[in-house]
């Protein structure tokens, strides 16, 4: 799909806020995620039908030219073919009307989006992980969410409401004030809203444009370099020498006490079963709920934090170094995942990434995944071929400068800074960048390659589509 590019002066932006819906909106806004599923795994299943109908026919020698056709999965085609189905479909027949069309066009183009991911996926086109081809969504899983772009979508004047098509007027949990005045004043403009059921309560999120005059930082001139850790947060030193360390905040670490006693009480209570289709209990679902709770405050916690540190930092300073972290990689590691996760790495990229480029304009440099920030002396640019990471002081060998390891890692990556003042890529792999980057190669060494998957066809359902298996034999010979 293509992507809405704002006017000049103006950016996208979404504002959320937590609802407070009535009984009745409860259940309307369960209808119309639950809408938006349905529609999904309709679309999932007619595309696919085409799939399974061309291998079937394949089977009885039926030539290449009268074949079923494949079954479009562009959103206008796919909309095309379900408001025919709708009336007829015994799936969407009696109750489709309940619902804004908007909450079927969510599933239709997830689904559309979904397909065009895998195909881009399949032929090489798409970064990231491999993507599979779209499956059902289970009704137990599935998170709950719609969003609308055409209709009745605006926060109400007296600031303490929203109303959205269909819905109607939601009252919502805190003031409107920050969306309301920029509308007002027509500096803003709603483009489409989300609900979506998320950390136990209901949420709006409006994406609007609007403009935004850049916000001038403390020291423009100024570079900080962040080394992100587990022991403490982050280590920030700046190009003055100034080191600041935020502390290991550990939500999740200090809740895991309140949690692990919560889902005691969850386990001795009568919990659903999937395989005797047994339904839980009050006292489950209650437990569960109470369980829940503990989970999401973490999550608010963290999120807050994470805010805040970030805002704080791109706010004061003209430059903002980072390391280039393989999360993802360090996610796989069961001896830190809990760590890293409860940190948020990932998340702090992000957010300095669009707070440096949208609100300050500011410049934010990714050193390279091999930039040896913590080898490097910061005194005199040494580089040591190992430190290991039970090591917390770094010693120079060369000026004999002893440092905390994190502070040197910190003061390097603030020094990157200066070292690329005129480029704008990934320093490090600049030429002003130590050329004696990689001793020994030690940094490559630890990584092994795993074979992209394995080798049997197939998923854990058991389902595997035909195509699929066409390609995953023709894998196989390759190899
Ligand atoms: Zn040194």
């Known amino acids: ?50 799939w399974w109908q061309r291998r079937a026919e394949e089977t009885y020698g039926v030539p290449e030219e009268s074949l079923t056709q494949w079954r479009p999965w562009s959103l206008p085609s796919l909309r095309k073919a379900f408001n025919q189905a709708k009336h007829t479909d015994p799936r969407f027949a009696n109750w489709w009307e309940e619902n804004s069309k908007e909450a079927y066009s969510t599933g239709l183009s997830n689904a559309s989006a979904a397909f065009d991911n895998y195909a881009k996926s399949k032929n090489g ?77 209901w949420f709006v999120s409006f994406q609007a444009e609007v403009r935004r005059d850049l916000e001038r930082v403390a020291r423009p001139d100024a570079a900080v370099g962040i080394d992100l850790g587990v022991k403490t947060l982050a280590v920030m030193a700046d190009s003055t020498g100034e080191i600041r360390t935020v502390a290991n905040p550990g939500h999740y670490d200090r809740a895991r006490r309140q949690l692990y006693r919560a889902s005691r009480v969850v386990s001795r209570r009568q919990g659903p079963d999937r395989h005797t289709g047994a339904k839980p209990s009050k006292r489950w679902e209650k437990a569960n709920a109470q369980r829940n709770k503990v989970h999401h405050r973490v999550a608010n916690l963290r999120e807050d934090a994470l805010h805040k540190l970030t805002t704080s930092v791109t706010a004061e300073y003209g430059t903002v170094v980072v390391e280039d972290l393989n999360v993802a990689g360090m996610l796989r590691n069961p001896r ?135 390609t995953e034999t023709r894998d196989r010979t390759q190899a």
Request: charge should be positive.
């Open 125 to 201: 086109k798409r970064r990231g992980k491999q993507m599979g081809a779209p499956r059902f969504k289970a009704k137990r899983k599935a998170r709950l969410a719609c969003r609308f772009t055409t209709g009745t979508i605006r926060v109400d004047a007296d600031g303490r409401h929203v109303t959205l098509p269909r819905l109607g007027t939601i009252r919502v949990h805190e003031p409107t004030a920050k969306l309301l005045t920029r509308v007002l004043a027509g500096t803003s403009r709603i483009l489409s809203a989300t609900v979506r059921h998320e950390r136990g309560r």
């Open 1 to 50: 799909m293509k992507k809405f590019q704002p006017q000049p002066g103006f950016v996208v932006q979404a504002f959320r806020f937590a609802l407070d819906p009535n009984a009745s909106q409860e259940r309307a806004l369960r209808s119309h995620c639950g809408a938006a599923r349905a529609a999904y795994n309709w679309a999932v299943g007619w595309v696919t039908a085409s």
């Open 336 to 470: 830190l995942a809990r760590r890293i996760a409860d940190a948020g790495f990932g998340e702090i990229r992000r957010q300095l990434d669009y707070k440096t480029r949208h609100r300050h304009a500011t410049r934010m440099i990714v050193a390279s995944r091999w930039y040896p920030s913590s080898k490097t002396c910061s005194g005199c640019g040494a580089v040591k071929a190992k430190l290991p990471l039970h090591i917390r002081t770094y010693e120079c060998d060369a000026c004999g400068l002893v440092i905390d390891r994190d502070d040197n890692a910190a003061l390097n990556l603030a020094a990157l800074a200066a070292a690329c003042t005129t480029g704008t890529g990934v320093a490090g792999d600049q030429d002003t960048a130590p050329a004696v980057s990689k001793p020994r190669g030690a940094d490559h060494k630890t990584r092994t390659t795993h074979t992209r998957r394995k080798a049997s066809a197939g998923r854990a359902g058991g389902a595997t589509l035909p195509h699929q298996r066409q």
